[in-house]
C-alpha cells in the first residue's frame, strides 16, 4: 500500500497522494480517521465576502502590504494587477476569518488547478458527441473570479507569514478523484484581525446569501430566471423574513464541549450525503447563519421552494431543545402526517385514524411505517419505493417490502392514485413551503419570530399556543382543512427538570441569572464570544 502510494503522480495542478497523507500525519489527532475527517469539515472558498465597514477594510489593506513586500510582487504598480492582487487576499482572508469564526475547526478548501481558474471548452469525440461546447466548468459570468496567478502568489505570501495553516491536495489519476488544499486561519492572523484591528464576523457580508430564490433543474443545477411578479413578491417575502431573523438572537444553550459534538454528527451526516446534497445543501454549523432561502426544483416554481440556510435546521434533531430566541427556551409544534393530509385535502376529504399504521403490523414498526409511507410519496418510481423500505426494514427480498406498500395502498385507498404521480413529493414540499411562509409572516405581524424546520416551527415557549392557531388557521386558509399538528411538551418539562423549577413563568428569570454565573466560565466561552458580537452589532445598527 506504501509504495502504490508513493508512486501516484501530480496531475493537472494538484500534489501527489502522498503529500496529503503527510498533511494529515503532521497534524496532532489521536487517531488516523480523525486526522482524516478533521481535514474533511470544510467549506469551499467564497468570493461572495466583503468588508462592511472601514476596520475590515484597512486590515486587508495592511496585509496587502505585507504580502507584496514578503514575496517581493512587483507588479503592484499596475491597477489591474493591484485590484486582482487585492480581491484573491480578500477572498482568501475572509474566507478563513468566516470558518474560524464558525468554528475553530472548519477548514476552507481552495483548488490549485490552473483549469478552475482558466475553464476550456471541452469536446467529445466520437460518435454521438454532442455539437454544442460543453464547459467543464459552469460559470457565473456576472460574478467575480479569481485569477490562478494571484491566489497562488497570495497563498504563498500567507503561509510565509505565518497567516495561514495550509495542506495540499492531491489527485488520483486511477480513480479520477481528489481532494483540493485546505487552509485554515493560524492565531497569528486572527490576532492580527480582531485584536490589532478590531475586525468581528458582524463586519463581513456574504453577497451570495441576496439570492433569496433559487431554482434548480432536474441534475440540481442552478438555473437562471427572469425575475416575475410572482418571484419579486417571494423575494420581497424572504426580505421580511430575514430581516427578522438578523435582528433576533439565536443561540444554543450548550458549553463548548457539546458545540464540538454538534460539529462532529453534522460531518458524520456529511460523510453519508449524495453528491448533489454535498453541493448544494450541506452547510457546516455556524450560528452566523441565519438568512433563509427558498429552493425550487425541476425548473419550476411550483415544485419544491422549501427554506434552506438557517443554522437550526442543520443540527441534530436532539439539539433543539437547547435553542433559545432572544434569550427564551423554546418549544417545536409541528404539522403531523402533514403530506398525507394534504393529499386527502386535495381530494375533500378528511384523514382519519392513524395515517402510518396500517392492519396488521405491531406499534412497534410505526417508526418503519412512517419512514415508508414517506417514501411511497418521494419516491421516482415504485421500484425505487420498494427497494427504499426493504432497506428499512431490512427485509430479505422485494416481496416483503410489496406487502408493506400493499397495506398502504389499502389504508389510503382513497388517494392511492396519487402516489404514482411523478415528482410528487416535490409538489407537496411547494405546499409545504408555502405554509410556511404564511406562518412565518403571520407570526411577525404579531411580532413573534418563528423558525422553520420544513413541517415544523420553533419559537420562545411563552408563544407556543399562539403559533399552534396559526399554524391551525394558515394550513385551513391554504388548503381548506384542519391539519394535525402536535407540540413538544416534553421540552418544558425537560427545561423544568433540568433547571429544578417550578413553573414555566420562571425560566427566563432563571436563565438571566444563569447567564450571569456562566459569563466568566471559559466552558461558555463560544456562547458568550457569539453573544457579545450579536449585541454590538445591534448597538451599531
Excluded at 36 to 43: F, K
Excluded at 264 to 280: D, G, H, M
Excluded at 390 to 400: A, D, P, V, W
Excluded at 510 to 528: C, G, M, Q
Aim: charged share 25%.
Amino acid at each position: 500500500m506504501v509504495f502504490f502510494l508513493l508512486s501516484v503522480t501530480a496531475v493537472s495542478g494538484y500534489l501527489p497522494f502522498t503529500a496529503f497523507f503527510v498533511g494529515y500525519m503532521a497534524m496532532n489527532w489521536d487517531t488516523p480517521l480523525e486526522k482524516v475527517m478533521a481535514l474533511e469539515y470544510c467549506r469551499k472558498i467564497s468570493t461572495s465576502y466583503e468588508p462592511k465597514t472601514e476596520e475590515v477594510k484597512v486590515a486587508l489593506d495592511s496585509i496587502l502590504q505585507e504580502v507584496i513586500c514578503i514575496t517581493g510582487y512587483s507588479g503592484a504598480n499596475r491597477p489591474t494587477n493591484l485590484k486582482k492582487l487585492l480581491f484573491s487576499i480578500q477572498s482568501i482572508v475572509l474566507s478563513v476569518f468566516a470558518a474560524h469564526s464558525a468554528s475553530t475547526e472548519l477548514f476552507v478548501r481552495i483548488s490549485l488547478n490552473r483549469n478552475h481558474y482558466n475553464p476550456r471548452p471541452k469536446k467529445r469525440r466520437g460518435p454521438g458527441a454532442p455539437t454544442k461546447i460543453k464547459f467543464k466548468l459552469k460559470i457565473d459570468r456576472r460574478k467575480k473570479r479569481l485569477a490562478y496567478e494571484f491566489v497562488t502568489l497570495v497563498l504563498d505570501g500567507l503561509v510565509e507569514l505565518d497567516y495561514l495553516d495550509s495542506y495540499p491536495g492531491y489527485y488520483h489519476p486511477e480513480r479520477m478523484e481528489g481532494k483540493q488544499t485546505r487552509i485554515k486561519a493560524t492565531a497569528k492572523l486572527i490576532d492580527i484581525l480582531t485584536e490589532d484591528h478590531g475586525v468581528m464576523r458582524y463586519m463581513i457580508v456574504d453577497d451570495s446569501k441576496t439570492d433569496l430564490i433559487v431554482l434548480r433543474d432536474l441534475e440540481k443545477d442552478k438555473v437562471d430566471f427572469q425575475p416575475t411578479s410572482n418571484t419579486e413578491e417571494m423575494r420581497q417575502d424572504m426580505c421580511r423574513i430575514n430581516e427578522a431573523l438578523a435582528a433576533t438572537y439565536l443561540c444554543l444553550d450548550l458549553d463548548n464541549d457539546d458545540y464540538k459534538v454538534i460539529e462532529s454528527r453534522v460531518l458524520e451526516k456529511w460523510a453519508n450525503l449524495k453528491p448533489w446534497e454535498e453541493r448544494y445543501y450541506f452547510q457546516p454549523f455556524d450560528l452566523h447563519s441565519k438568512s433563509l432561502r427558498r429552493v425550487f426544483n425541476n425548473s419550476s416554481f411550483e415544485m419544491g421552494g422549501r427554506l434552506y440556510g438557517g443554522w437550526w435546521q442543520g443540527i441534530p434533531k436532539r439539539f433543539r431543545v437547547y435553542i433559545r430566541i432572544d434569550g427564551a427556551v423554546t418549544a417545536e409544534v409541528d404539522y403531523s402526517c402533514m403530506h398525507i393530509v394534504m393529499l386527502y385535502a386535495e381530494a375533500g376529504l378528511e384523514l382519519e385514524g392513524d395515517a402510518y399504521m396500517p392492519p396488521g403490523f405491531p406499534p412497534s414498526a410505526r417508526d418503519k411505517l412512517k419512514k415508508s409511507l414517506n417514501a411511497m410519496i418521494n419516491a421516482k418510481s415504485v421500484k425505487s419505493a420498494l427497494a427504499v423500505i426493504k432497506q428499512i426494514f431490512s427485509y430479505k427480498t422485494r416481496g416483503e417490502a410489496q406487502k408493506v406498500v400493499d397495506a398502504f395502498l389499502e389504508l389510503h385507498a382513497s388517494v392511492a392514485h396519487r402516489f404514482n404521480e411523478e415528482h410528487l413529493g416535490v409538489y407537496l414540499q411547494y405546499k409545504d413551503s408555502q405554509v410556511a411562509i404564511a406562518v412565518m409572516l403571520a407570526m411577525q405581524a404579531r411580532g413573534v419570530v418563528v423558525l422553520p424546520v420544513h413541517d415544523s416551527f420553533l419559537v420562545a415557549v411563552e408563544h407556543e399556543e399562539l403559533l399552534t392557531k396559526v399554524m391551525t388557521s394558515e394550513f385551513n386558509r391554504l388548503m381548506g382543512a384542519v391539519p394535525r399538528s402536535k407540540s413538544s411538551e416534553k421540552w418544558l418539562d425537560y427545561h423544568l427538570d433540568r433547571y429544578d423549577l417550578p413553573d414555566k413563568k420562571s425560566i427566563s428569570t432563571y436563565l438571566n441569572e444563569l447567564d450571569n454565573i456562566r459569563a466568566e466560565d471559559p466552558k461558555y466561552s463560544r456562547h458568550f464570544q457569539y453573544k457579545a458580537e450579536y449585541y454590538q452589532q445591534r448597538m451599531i445598527s
